[in-house]
């Protein structure tokens, strides 16, 4: 997330497109010449794979920076961007964030913060692929997540790499404990900690 206070910088740097549920953002393979600034909405990142499966990275919410890493490395987009439901954002160009990155400080360690908790995420996400049973990934993914999210059981299980039917028994099982409630297509987070517990195998 951008700090509150740092979004009415961003917002000058260029007009505010709408883009109505369903409608692409970019393509996985376009050349990053802009960063994108959701002010209101909810994105979709995802990677295409040539047979046309899609695997979810992440969802943005309001508020949030995407593109930014081929964006500042130059190099072609690693994933695709879609509109979940009618979003608004800022579309900067390279040149103009670089101006006004060398003009703002506080911009550019908001920048410098919101890539080191992608890296963080990124990282995460690779060790409970890796090591963690469903439930406790989705587990770790929640408390990540809190206070709520806003997800179906589909979209979860494409970001924790379990099917539908093993994402409904793991929520099943974590409501069971207290620590979540599921919602029509979200879920409410009331107790992390446990569930942070839980993901690192210190309770059962």
């Given at each position: 997330?951008?700090?509150?206070?740092?979004?009415?910088?961003?917002?000058?740097?260029?007009?505010?497109?709408?883009?109505?549920?369903?409608?692409?953002?970019?393509?996985?393979?376009?050349?990053?010449?802009?960063?994108?600034?959701?002010?209101?909405?909810?994105?979709?990142?995802?990677?295409?794979?040539?047979?046309?499966?899609e695997h979810?990275?992440?969802?943005?919410?309001?508020?949030?920076?995407?593109?930014?890493?081929?964006?500042?490395?130059?190099?072609?987009?690693?994933?695709?961007?879609?509109?979940?439901?009618?979003?608004?954002?800022?579309?900067?160009?390279?040149?103009?964030?670089?101006?006004?990155?060398?003009?703002?400080?506080?911009?550019?360690?908001?920048?410098?913060?919101?890539?080191?908790?992608?890296?963080?995420?990124?990282?995460?996400?690779?060790?409970s692929m890796?090591?963690?049973?469903?439930?406790?990934?989705?587990?770790?993914?929640?408390?990540?997540?809190?206070?709520?999210?806003?997800?179906?059981?589909?979209?979860?299980?494409?970001?924790?790499?379990?099917?539908?039917?093993?994402?409904?028994?793991?929520?099943?099982?974590?409501?069971?404990?207290?620590?979540?409630?599921?919602?029509?297509?979200?879920?409410?987070?009331?107790?992390?900690?446990?569930?942070?517990?839980?993901?690192?195998?210190?309770?059962?």
């Amino acid at each position: 997330m951008v700090e509150p206070n740092l979004w009415r910088v961003l917002e000058p740097l260029a007009p505010t497109l709408v883009y109505q549920r369903g409608s692409m953002i970019y393509w996985q393979g376009d050349m990053a010449d802009r960063l994108y600034y959701l002010k209101r909405g909810k994105i979709r990142i995802f990677l295409a794979s040539v047979d046309g499966a899609e695997h979810t990275l992440r969802i943005q919410q309001t508020g949030s920076v995407f593109g930014e890493a081929a964006f500042f490395d130059g190099g072609p987009r690693m994933s695709s961007a879609r509109a979940l439901e009618k979003s608004e954002i800022i579309a900067i160009p390279r040149d103009v964030l670089l101006d006004s990155l060398q003009r703002e400080p506080g911009l550019a360690m908001a920048m410098m913060r919101a890539l080191s908790a992608r890296v963080r995420m990124l990282s995460s996400q690779v060790d409970s692929m890796a090591f963690l049973q469903a439930d406790r990934r989705l587990a770790r993914f929640l408390a990540e997540s809190a206070p709520v999210i806003q997800c179906s059981h589909e979209e979860l299980g494409e970001r924790i790499g379990a099917s539908r039917i093993t994402i409904t028994r793991a929520v099943q099982k974590l409501q069971q404990r207290g620590w979540i409630q599921p919602q029509y297509r979200a879920i409410r987070i009331f107790d992390p900690v446990a569930l942070l517990d839980y993901a690192n195998g210190e309770t059962k």
